[in-house]
């Protein structure tokens, strides 16, 4: 019988943002967000956990070699948004507010794109924007279809 285990790695990165919504007023912005909608944005040492889920190769001992792990983070999280303007220097925020739980999204994407292919899956994405405001995102999709 194998074993299934949850391999985990922790990155941090800087980065500035202004929480602001295409869909809303300014008035409404203003309301929502608050002193994260300050027109001159704002800075966070976000923390990055990814969790990965697999089984345990009973030759290597690895789930996944961590070492693989570290160069996908670096490439899927820190060299996207380490030291950027989320909102002016990520595409994906363009149009999209840069919320932790859209942040979190985006690294779930990004890290199932460069994440080698082996006996195991992305199972999180945690992402502490602060000491005390934290994200966790599992891929679980709604069936809503008016998403914009
Ligand atoms: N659902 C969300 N709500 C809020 C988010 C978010 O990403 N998702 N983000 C913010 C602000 O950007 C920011 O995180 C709030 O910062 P702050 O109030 O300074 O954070 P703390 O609660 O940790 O600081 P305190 O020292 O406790 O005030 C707002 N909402
Ligand atoms: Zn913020």
Known sequence: MGHIAYLRRKETFSAAHRLH???LTEEENKELYGKCNN???HGHNYTVEITIRGE????TGMVMNLTDLKKCMGVAILDELDHKNLDLDVPYFTNCPSTTEMVAVF???NIRK???KGKYEL???KVHETDNNVVIFRGELT???DVP
């Open 114 to 116: 460069h994440l080698p």
């Open 143 to 145: 069936s809503t279809e």
């Open 123 to 125: 199972y999180e994405v």
């Open 21 to 23: 919504s295409s869909y």
């Open 56 to 59: 345990v190769d009973p030759h």
């Open 39 to 41: 027109p001159n944005g």
């Open 107 to 109: 690294i779930w994407n």
